[in-house]
């Protein structure tokens, strides 16, 4: 047997690597999944959740080096951490990533109760994933719900590619292999509508697929535009590059690289952005708190700290960004019940105590204390959210 | 159903390396066409070029008598099979085939059904069709996408490299399918793989491709009896062509392991040449001790040691090894590199008959149908001597 592993784990060498994968009982977490076309399932070892694919050598290790790829890139997959092969008694190789913390299969979103309404912030979370993807150069050959974890984020969702087995890493997407990305995604996501309304005949009024499809197209379509477009206007009119920065700061995004030119005239300028990077919120909010959340629990913090700044009168954002974390977010993450713990992240809690003290101010007439809507959240919300961390439900 | 034309294809990057150069293949409708290669030989970049993924640097892409080269992929009408290997737990077999005709919505209910149930005979699917997939075997499963392209009523079906991910007794199974199937629809079919087994086996001809440039478009008999060039010669066949130094003398040719007569014909058109590489496969060789009679007296014979012996059952594999100039050892390293690492140590590999006793270690008597025999020009690769 030889593994080839990015941080060597000897437990991983434990495992029953000469039985089939479909055949193994111990260190299984029961998920609920689809039918794929390899054997795939979860394992728990030393408290650390992985996913593992039974596939063959080649296909393993062209998997792994992009899964590795995207991560250096700072993209959102899940991290491979190993390739299993030569496995005893010919049995095929294996890929082993990482599964991450806190992330929902498109089937437990639904099942954990989203209401239907909340279907568009899965679909806006899938888009947005496969245009960061396409800004890299990654073709996915293979986008679906079922391809990706995601991970609350503020009442959104942040989507996770798990799957790269058809995909490719290009120096630049070509227009049609985008297309050709967005028809395959279609297809994919109607028939996990289909097969999800099938599962649960009180979606099936509810949810029309087509409508579903037009609007990744749509929403696609869209935010590509708005990250890549050219722009033109009248050297009168140069605020227009900063309200474009600040629309995509708006949507998350970064400008690393804008590309402006004028014409022979010199009274058109135009612009374009060359290279964008998600993240912008969460940028932010690690470099003043140290914080690593998603972007838009990211975003939400960051109107927290502002309205903490505005009420304690503070003006140097530095500073107060270090005594909101101590004297707020810790104090907050601090009360949340020990046991048990797989709930909710703490980015997630503190998102929704925000949520509650609205709804609790709205109820009283007044501004309720972060701490005092806390207390009120955990003794009567927390206890009934149902287990969205791996190995913590019943 | 329509024929597949593409003329003077070229594909270049920006880094102006052509990935196909100038690459016209002809797919009769109806046919079934291969591509095949080595990593890099341009097979997938062609097959993109046809979905229409990839734009066509210059050339005409025909499809069906219509120039394509503009077309978005979805306007090209063609199927993917395999695209999408996903089955749906909880849709039943039917629905699982039947979706891609609901995506395009307003299809009539009762041609959906007609569809539906006229993919499900084709493929055998019938008795299966109410039940969910979950309990269906692998084989079941991978007809079940093959429905979904059937239904789709698509010109012509694409196939990139589809048997690669499954285990080899799968593969096996699915080769068979895939070959009844295309018979059983008679539809114009490209078909990209690696793998010189699926492409002998599948193929009504296959295109056989070397760093984006066509070598030889042919029959798999045509293709395994002339090949034109080194690189067709070594690619095509399993275990490959032996390669020897070859030295023409007179009307014969000295190789490692004694002297050949040729033909006049062969002798006629490597006249003048000196240092050549001959090619001949494991099969035109036996153990001279069990070689039938009546083919005896058109080989020739030679001694020498055997290093390894492989018995199979059917029949046994000897391998002999040998010297090769540098000349002919660098040709042959080249040829090792095109090919993708394939082995092609110097030593000879014979295919033995089964009832062949020798051993190894042994110093044995071999026979060669010289018959077989190709000349291959050691500079350009171009075989001399074919028909």
Redesign the interface.
Same mark, same amino acid.
């Given at each position: 047997m030889r593994v080839l592993a990015s941080s060597p784990n000897p437990a991983m060498l434990t495992l029953p690597w000469g039985r089939p994968l479909a055949d193994w009982t111990e260190h299984i977490v029961p998920v609920p999944r689809g039918l794929s076309r390899h054997v795939v399932r979860v394992i728990q070892l030393d408290g650390v959740f992985y996913a593992v694919k039974e596939t063959q050598e080649q296909i393993a290790k062209r998997e792994y080096r992009l899964l590795r790829e995207l991560g250096r890139r700072g993209l959102p997959a899940v991290t491979a951490v190993a390739v299993v092969a030569e496995r005893p008694n010919d049995l095929g190789s294996a890929l082993v990533t990482r599964h991450l913390a806190f992330a929902l299969s498109y089937r437990t979103v639904f099942g954990n109760g989203l209401p239907v309404g909340g279907l568009p912030l899965l679909v806006d979370a899938l888009v947005v994933l496969l245009v960061r993807l396409h800004l890299a150069g990654f073709y996915w050959g293979d986008v679906s719900l079922s391809n990706v974890l995601f991970r609350r984020s503020a009442g959104e969702f942040a989507a996770y590619l798990v799957d790269a087995e058809t995909a490719e890493l290009h120096p630049q997407l070509s227009d049609r292999m985008r297309e050709y990305d967005v028809t395959v995604g279609c297809e994919n996501v109607f028939a996990e509508l289909l097969d999800l309304q099938a599962a649960e005949p009180a979606l099936a009024g509810q949810v029309d697929p087509f409508e579903v499809i037009g609007s990744i197209t749509e929403r696609y379509e869209s935010l590509w535009h708005e990250l890549t477009a050219e722009e033109q206007f009248s050297t009168d009119e140069m605020w227009r590059i900063e309200r474009r920065v600040e629309r995509l700061g708006e949507l998350g995004f970064d400008v690393e690289e804008l590309a402006m030119s004028t014409d022979a005239t010199g009274s058109t300028v135009s612009i374009q952005p060359r290279v964008v990077e998600a993240g912008h919120h969460a940028r932010e909010l690690a470099r003043l708190t140290g914080l690593e959340v998603e972007d838009n629990q990211a975003r939400r913090l960051l109107s927290d700290l502002a309205s903490y700044m505005a009420h304690n009168g503070f003006s140097d954002r530095e500073s107060a960004a270090h005594r909101w974390r101590r004297e707020v977010y810790d104090e907050i993450a601090g009360m949340a019940p020990t046991e048990p713990s797989g709930r909710l992240e703490p980015a997630e809690v503190f998102h929704q105590i925000l949520e509650h003290r609205w709804l609790l101010s709205e109820r009283a007439g007044r501004e309720i204390d972060i701490f005092d809507t806390a207390r009120d959240y955990f003794a009567t919300v927390f206890g009934r959210l149902p287990e969205e961390k791996l190995g913590t439900a019943d | 159903m329509a024929a597949i034309e593409m003329v003077n294809i070229v594909k270049q990057y920006?880094d102006g390396f052509p990935a196909v150069n100038d690459v016209s293949i002809d797919v009769e409708d109806g046919e079934f066409m291969i591509l095949v290669g080595p990593s890099g030989c341009g097979k997938s970049t062609l097959l993109r070029m046809i979905?229409? +993924? !990839?734009?066509i640097t210059s050339g005409d892409m025909v499809i069906g008598g219509r120039r394509v080269n503009d077309l978005?992929?979805?306007d090209r009408n063609l199927a993917m099979v395999f695209?999408?290997?996903? +089955?749906?737990?909880? +849709?039943s077999v039917y !629905?699982?085939i039947a979706?891609?005709l609901?995506?395009k919505?307003g299809v009539p209910e009762s041609e959906i059904d007609a569809k539906v149930r006229e993919a499900s005979a084709t493929l055998e699917l019938d008795e299966h069709l109410e039940r969910k997939?979950?309990n269906l075997s692998g084989g079941q499963?991978q007809r079940v996408a093959m429905g979904r392209a059937i239904v789709r009523d698509a010109d012509a079906f694409l196939f990139d490299e589809p048997l690669?991910?499954l285990?080899a007794k799968l593969r096996g199974q699915m080769r068979t399918e895939i070959s009844r199937l295309q018979k059983r629809l008679g539809i114009t079919t490209v078909y990209v793989t690696h793998d010189q087994t699926e492409a002998m086996t599948l193929g009504d001809r296959v295109a056989v491709l070397k760093r984006g440039l066509l070598q030889q478009l042919a029959t798999p008999r045509e293709l395994y009896n002339q090949p034109v060039n080194l690189f067709v010669a070594g690619f095509i066949g399993s275990p490959p062509m032996n390669f020897l130094p070859a030295t023409v003398k007179g009307t014969g040719v000295e190789l490692p392991f004694g002297t050949v007569r040729l033909s006049d014909e062969k002798a006629q058109k490597v006249q003048g040449k000196e240092l050549l590489i001959a090619g001949i496969r494991p099969e035109h060789f036996n153990d001279a001790a069990v070689v039938d009679s009546s083919i005896a007296g058109r080989g020739s014979t030679f001694r020498a040691t055997v290093d390894v012996v492989e018995w199979l059952g059917h029949e046994a594999y000897a391998y002999i090894p040998y010297e090769a100039p540098p000349e002919v050892a660098e040709q042959l390293a080249q040829l090792e590199k095109d090919l993708d690492g394939e082995v092609l140590r110097t030593q000879l590999v014979v295919a033995l008959d089964a009832n062949s006793k020798i051993t190894k270690g042994e110093e044995a008597e071999i026979w060669m149908d010289a018959s077989h025999l190709h000349l291959f020009d050691p500079a350009s690769g171009d075989n001399l001597t074919l028909d």
């Open positions: - | 920006g979905v229409g +993924l !990839e734009d978005a992929p979805r695209q999408n290997y996903a +089955l749906y737990p909880h +849709l !629905e699982n979706f891609p609901r995506l919505g997939p979950g499963r690669s991910n285990d």
